[in-house]
């Protein structure tokens, strides 16, 4: 069974500080490793994917890869209150269907 | 070049009706998988749909059935509706090959009464 574990959180930091989230994966054959924010009755929102091992930065996200220990983070600096929304961590691996985790909650309070 | 397309967005039926729900993937992407997401359980796979072929099927039961046609848009259909199967049902579209992203669609949020 392929997992992808998120702790649920709520995750809560202020305004202005970087929030990081975590997601380790079980299946070792994995190849892309994506983000995706979703805020409340709405869709996922595709906002980071990674393919290799270390870091990929896109403005105020920096999401990071170690297979080797089989996790994938994501780093928001300057976090600001519409950031406030549930992530999901999703895997893709020999299989080609996406597998999600539970996703984490985020509050960003002002 | 245009996103993954979901309709009808709402839908309200009753117990014991049936529905089908519709996915048009992004042009060029032959994999749509489908998903139900629920406040108590996440993001459920229900099954994958590849060149008109089902390539990968998740743990529902026999009512969750869905087909693809020649220009790879999807049908979802749930028969004998219960009262569980409310939900948000997504689609995701990829190009099903490896290291490839994959968009989701807007949902289509079911409620069964």
């Known amino acids: ?110 | 070049k245009a996103g993954v397309t979901q309709t009808p967005r709402y839908l309200i039926k009753t117990r014991g009706q049936q529905v089908t729900l519709s996915c048009s993937p992004i042009s060029g992407h032959r994999s749509v998988s489908w998903y139900q997401q629920t406040p108590g359980q996440g993001l459920q796979f229900l099954f994958e749909y590849f060149s008109e072929t089902q390539r990968n099927k998740g743990n529902f039961p026999g009512r969750f059935s869905g087909r693809q046609f020649s220009n790879s848009r999807s049908e979802m259909n749930v028969s004998t509706l219960e009262l569980g199967d409310s939900a948000l049902y997504l689609c995701v579209s990829t190009p099903g090959a490896e290291g490839t992203e994959a968009f989701f669609g807007q949902g289509t949020r079911l409620t069964v009464v």
């Open chain 1, 1 to 110: 069974q392929k997992e992808v574990e998120q702790n649920s959180g709520p995750l809560s930091v202020p305004e202005g500080a970087i929030a990081s989230l975590n997601c380790t994966y079980s299946d070792r054959g994995s190849q892309s490793f994506f983000w995706y924010r979703q805020y409340s009755g709405k869709s996922p929102e595709l906002i980071m994917s990674i393919y290799s091992n270390g870091d990929k930065e896109d403005g105020r996200f920096t999401a990071q890869l170690n297979k080797a220990s089989q996790y994938v983070s994501l780093l928001i600096r300057d976090s600001q209150p519409s950031d406030s929304a549930t992530y999901l961590c999703a895997v893709i691996g020999g299989s080609y269907i996406p597998t999600f985790g539970r996703g984490t909650s985020l509050i960003v309070h002002p």
